[in-house]
């Protein structure tokens, strides 16, 4: 109620300054979602009473307000997660109220916020600050942030605040609940917009620096039989750069991290540091784009003791493909923010029209080519004795550039997309993937996915409001059918085996669309396990209204948006969404 009370004050205060403008000039946006889930027992895949636990209705929603006069603008956003044990969410989202508030003043050389505040310095290697509901993440940052542009091209941003978590309270809090004070100061020069002689120039040209620091009361905790002294002030800082010229562009960032001891990286006192660089050239038809990417012990959380996905001060970006296939992506990977090394490779080519082999339309090829590994990790001696990774020790050391032989992800694919005709459309692909399911899961003992995958999709279009679209999918496993394995570790083999998937859909342009599908893991090495997970779904659009209607299986695997995923089980039930925005 107070943080209700205080937004419409400044409302109030804000159509005072304006006067009579308030009528004409104000504007008011909003959006609302929608979830709901109704579970039901399933002992096919093994969906009990047990697992529903007596709870088998889960709900989510939210509301978004936006208010804007002249210059001034405020909003706030009320939540409301009714969880359930099927839903795969951590359960520390259950709740309802007013998440995030906020309001603005930004006359464009100035500009002011204060509420929840969401934003990233850079990309976000030491602050970035975002909600992303299919995770049920948010780590906004409540408190102030001041902007200031005195120059074209030159933006200087400050922060400080706490950072969200669920629905704990922000002071007078548990060890585990406390979350230290954020700070953080960020400019960007934009050397085209503030230098003349570069304006409309081929040279293209930004600078930009960072500097976060998290303030954490030390805590003196006692890890097995050694006292550690924590250090109360983390600082982190990164520089970066865009270059480009004519069709070529060039951009990195380095960040670096002092020491920073918590319990996701058990507690050792090395310093970290990311490296995040990319090279891309662009013509007409042509695209191509190189990145790289080093992580070391980059975890940074305003809460020394937190281990799941929440508190992350930085982000780190991903550099795989993003599959939204149904088989592929039960395969996504997630970062690893004790230390990766990342690269991919992609090409986009188009063929032209009118030749043999693109055809009256032209022909889209796309190549993607990822791989992640650990980093190469060295002991240090410790009284007398050679050790890694052990709690109050700095724990390793690591050459820059030294490769580590885990390799926790491998992503080769190619697209074909072909227009056959004005009717028919043709995509096909083909996957090669490697998947550290231990690493990337939690599986112990897991071994890895080595699979291979076909995908077919045919649109046809019947007239210009009706079409039908066929996906056809399979997947080749490493894990054979014969193979034997050992009862403890089944729990690794629930979605191993090979697969084959379809999906048909029918399109009534632009207001409804009906498909059913169904995924079969007809190659597991479990036959308990070789399961149908078939789905309908009916949906129906209006404006900036959308309402889905789904029912039946849904397969064990992982939900990733950017990098950050969170587990879903397997579960069995109807789903309905409806979301609209004005």
């Known amino acids: 109620m107070k943080r209700l009370t205080l937004l419409i004050a400044l409302v109030l205060c804000a159509t005072a300054i304006y006067g009579q403008d308030f009528l004409t000039k104000s504007k008011v946006s909003g959006s609302f979602q929608i979830d709901g889930n109704y579970y039901w027992e399933d002992k096919g895949i093994g969906i009990t009473e047990e697992d529903i636990n007596g709870e088998s209705f889960g709900a989510y929603g939210f509301g978004k307000l936006q208010y804007q006069l002249g210059n001034f603008t405020a909003g706030m956003r009320f939540e409301a997660y009714q969880t359930t044990p099927m839903s795969g969410f951590d359960s520390r989202v259950k709740g309802m109220g007013v998440a995030n508030f906020f309001a603005t003043y930004d006359n464009g050389t100035i500009g002011v916020t204060v509420g929840d505040i969401y934003d990233?310095?850079?990309?976000?290697?030491?602050?970035?600050?975002?909600?992303?509901?299919?995770?049920?993440?948010?780590?906004?940052?409540?408190?102030?942030?001041?902007?200031?542009?005195?120059?074209?091209?030159?933006?200087?941003?400050?922060?400080?605040?706490?950072?969200?978590?669920?629905?704990?309270?922000?002071?007078?809090?548990?060890?585990?609940?406390?979350?230290?004070?954020?700070?953080?100061?960020?400019?960007?020069?934009?050397?085209?917009?503030s230098i003349t002689s570069l304006n409309g120039s081929k040279f293209r040209a930004a600078l930009g620096a960072s500097f976060v620091s998290k303030y954490e009361a030390d805590s003196k905790l006692h890890v097995g039989d050694i006292d550690l002294i924590m250090p109360q002030n983390v600082a982190a800082y990164s520089g970066r750069m865009n270059l480009g010229y004519g069709r070529f562009g060039f951009s990195t960032e380095y960040a670096r991290k002092i020491n920073d001891p918590s319990s996701f990286n058990n507690y050792i006192y090395n310093e970290g540091q990311e490296l995040l660089a990319s090279l891309s050239y662009s013509q007409k038809g042509l695209g191509m784009?190189?990145?790289?990417?080093?992580?070391?012990?980059?975890?940074?959380?305003?809460?020394?003791l937190a281990t799941q996905n929440d508190l992350d001060i930085g982000f780190i970006p991903p550099l795989n493909y993003t599959h939204t296939h149904s088989l592929p992506s039960m395969f996504s990977y997630a970062t690893q923010p004790l230390g990766e090394m990342g690269i991919q490779f992609q090409v986009n080519y188009t063929i032209p029209k009118?030749?043999?082999?693109?055809?009256?339309?032209?022909?889209?090829?796309?190549?993607?080519?990822?791989?992640?590994?650990?980093?190469?990790?060295?002991?240090?001696?410790?009284?007398?004795?050679n050790m890694i990774n052990q709690p109050g020790t700095k724990g390793y050391t690591s050459s820059f550039f030294a490769i580590g032989d885990r390799m926790f992800y491998r992503d080769f694919n190619f697209e074909i997309e072909k227009k056959i005709s004005a009717k028919w459309n043709l995509t096909l692909m083909y996957i090669n993937l490697y998947y550290d399911m231990e690493t990337i899961e939690g599986h112990p003992m897991a071994e890895p996915v080595e699979a291979h995958f076909a995908f077919g999709e045919v649109i046809y279009k019947i007239n210009k409001k009706h079409s039908v679209r066929v996906e056809l999918q399979h997947m080749w496993d490493n894990v054979g059918m014969d193979q034997e394995i050992d009862p403890i570790y089944e729990d690794n083999y629930n979605k191993r085996g090979n697969?084959?998937?379809?999906?048909?859909?029918?399109?009534?342009?632009?207001?409804?669309?009906?498909?059913?599908?169904?995924?079969?893991?007809?190659?597991?090495?479990?036959?308990?396990?070789?399961?149908?997970?078939?789905?309908?779904?009916?949906?129906?659009?209006?404006?900036?209204?959308?309402?889905?209607?789904?029912?039946?299986?849904?397969?064990?695997?992982?939900?990733?948006?950017?990098?950050?995923?969170?587990?879903?089980?397997?579960?069995?039930?109807?789903?309905?969404?409806?979301t609209t925005s004005f």
């Open 120 to 193: 990233q310095f850079g990309n976000g290697l030491v602050f970035r600050t975002y909600e992303e509901w299919t995770l049920g993440f948010d780590n906004s940052l409540r408190g102030i942030r001041a902007v200031f542009r005195p120059y074209d091209g030159v933006t200087i941003k400050g922060i400080y605040g706490k950072q969200r978590l669920y629905w704990a309270k922000y002071d007078n809090v548990s060890a585990a609940e406390e979350r230290g004070l954020v700070r953080g100061i960020d400019g960007e020069w934009d050397l085209n917009s």
């Open 499 to 578: 697969w084959m998937a379809f999906l048909v859909e029918y399109t009534i342009a632009p207001k409804w669309f009906v498909s059913v599908a169904d995924k079969y893991n007809y190659g597991n090495p479990i036959a308990e396990k070789r399961d149908h997970y078939f789905t309908g779904s009916i949906g129906y659009i209006k404006d900036q209204t959308r309402i889905a209607l789904s029912g039946g299986r849904q397969s064990e695997g992982l939900v990733c948006v950017g990098g950050v995923c969170r587990a879903v089980p397997a579960s069995s039930g109807l789903s309905l969404t409806i």
């Open 354 to 385: 009118k030749t043999l082999l693109g055809g009256k339309y032209g022909t889209k090829l796309a190549f993607n080519y990822s791989q992640v590994n650990d980093i190469k990790r060295d002991s240090i001696n410790v009284d007398g004795v």
């Open 289 to 304: 784009v190189l990145q790289v990417k080093r992580v070391d012990n980059m975890s940074f959380k305003s809460n020394r």
